[in-house]
C-alpha cells in the first residue's frame, strides 16, 4: 500500500538560512510527487511536483524538491528561508502502480521561519 | 477565474443529525476529491470522482459517509447520524483531470463541529 512519512511535526530555521521539509514515500509502483502549502486561514496551494524527467524539480516562491529514488524520498529545500515562509507543509503521493487515482498526503511539517 | 468553493464555511450540528456539504470545482475540472482534515491527522483521502466513472469510495470511513457528483460539476458530501469524531475539516479540490500529474486545486473548506 502506499504511504507518505514526514517526520518531522515542526521545523525551526533562522531567517535567511536554507530550509529542508523531509519527505519520504512508500509504493509499488512509479510514483507522481506533490508538495502543497497550507498558509494560516487560507485553502492548500501547490508548489511543485515531480512526474518524470529531472530529479530537481523547481516551484513557486523559490522553493524546490529533489526526487531521490534510492532513497524513496523528495525533501522540500529552500536556499534562503523568509518569515513569510511560515506555513503548514504537505507531501503528497500518487502510486502509478496501484490502479487507483487517489494521492495519499502526509500528516505535515509547520515550518516555523523565526526573525 | 473562480476556483474551487465549498458551502458552508462553518457548520455547527449536533450529535445525530445529518449534514450536507457542498462543493463547486473549477468549471471544466473533471476530478473531484473529498478530504477529511482533522487537527494533527493529515489529510485523509475520502472519496474521488471522475467524470462520469464509478467513483472511488474507498477513503470512505463508515456507512454514513456518501457522496455524489451531479451532471459532472457539483459534489455533496453527506453525513447522517453525525458523531463528535466527525468534528474536522472537510475539503474539496479539483484538477482537470484524475488521470494524469496534474495538480490539484482545493477550496477553503467546510469546519464541521459537532456538539
Known amino acids: 500500500a502506499q504511504s507518505v512519512a514526514q517526520p518531522e511535526d515542526q521545523v525551526n530555521v533562522a531567517e535567511g538560512n536554507p530550509l529542508t521539509v523531509k519527505c519520504t514515500y512508500s509504493?509499488?509502483?512509479?510514483?507522481?510527487l506533490f508538495w502543497y502549502v497550507q498558509y494560516p486561514n487560507r485553502g492548500l496551494q501547490f508548489l511543485l511536483k515531480?512526474?518524470?524527467?529531472?530529479?530537481l524539480v523547481k516551484g513557486s516562491y523559490g522553493f524546490e524538491a529533489e526526487f531521490n529514488k534510492s532513497q524513496t524520498s523528495f525533501h522540500l529545500k529552500k536556499p534562503s528561508a523568509l518569515v513569510s515562509d511560515s506555513a503548514l507543509y504537505f507531501c503528497?503521493?500518487?502510486?502509478?502502480?496501484?490502479?487507483?487515482?487517489?494521492?495519499?498526503f502526509g500528516t505535515g511539517t509547520r515550518l516555523k521561519v523565526l526573525a | 477565474g473562480a476556483g474551487v468553493s465549498q458551502s458552508p464555511s462553518n457548520k455547527v450540528t449536533e450529535k445525530g443529525k445529518d449534514v450536507e456539504l457542498r462543493c463547486d470545482p473549477i468549471s471544466g475540472h473533471t476530478a473531484l476529491y473529498w478530504y477529511r482534515q482533522s487537527l494533527g491527522q493529515g489529510l485523509e483521502f475520502l472519496i474521488y470522482?471522475?467524470?462520469?466513472?464509478?467513483?472511488?469510495k474507498s477513503g470512505l470511513p463508515s456507512d454514513r459517509f456518501s457522496a455524489e457528483r451531479t451532471g459532472g460539476s457539483v459534489s455533496t458530501l453527506t453525513i447522517q447520524r453525525t458523531q463528535q469524531e466527525d468534528s474536522a475539516v472537510y475539503l474539496c479540490?479539483?484538477?482537470?483531470?484524475?488521470?494524469?500529474?496534474?495538480?490539484?486545486?482545493f477550496g477553503p473548506g467546510t469546519r464541521l463541529t459537532v456538539l
Open positions: 470522482f471522475q467524470g462520469n466513472s464509478a467513483p472511488d
Open positions: 503528497a503521493v500518487r502510486d502509478m502502480g496501484s490502479g487507483t487515482y487517489k494521492y495519499i
Open positions: 515531480y512526474i518524470t524527467g529531472d530529479n
Open positions: 509504493v509499488s509502483g512509479n510514483p507522481y
Open positions: 479540490a479539483s484538477s482537470p483531470t484524475g488521470t494524469g500529474g496534474n495538480e490539484q486545486f
